[in-house]
């Protein structure tokens, strides 16, 4: 059962993404692809599966179920990409702004993420 909710969370995360960044201010992404070709999007699906497959281990080793426990697990989790982008904002020079929407999504992302694998959980 938990299979079907990691696969229906990285689909549901690559769909929050592409609504998410056809959404956000054009002006911060500039010089970025607003298209992906057909092995980027078949990748982030991957990279979605994974980050759910985590969420689902995390919250089995922990004994956590439902919606809850998964979304408030998935906006903890947050905390490392916010990390890792404020260190490409500091040692890389990308704009705060960009790196800001970069954030949003993955604060997003791994939220619903998190309440969809707690659901099947």
Sequence with gaps: MIVWGIVLAAVA?????????????????????????IWQAALELVRGAVVAGLVAALMAAAGWSGA??????????????IVLLSGSVQWENVPIPRAGIHAIDWVLKLTAVGALVGLFR
């Excluded at 960044?21 to 298209?35: D, F, I, K, V, W």
């Design 13 to 37: 995360a690559f769909v929050l993404s592409s609504v998410f960044y056809s959404l956000a201010p054009a002006g911060h992404l500039e010089g970025l692809s607003t298209r992906p070709r």
């Design 68 to 81: 809850g426990a998964g979304a408030l697990l998935g906006l903890a989790l947050s905390v490392l990409p």
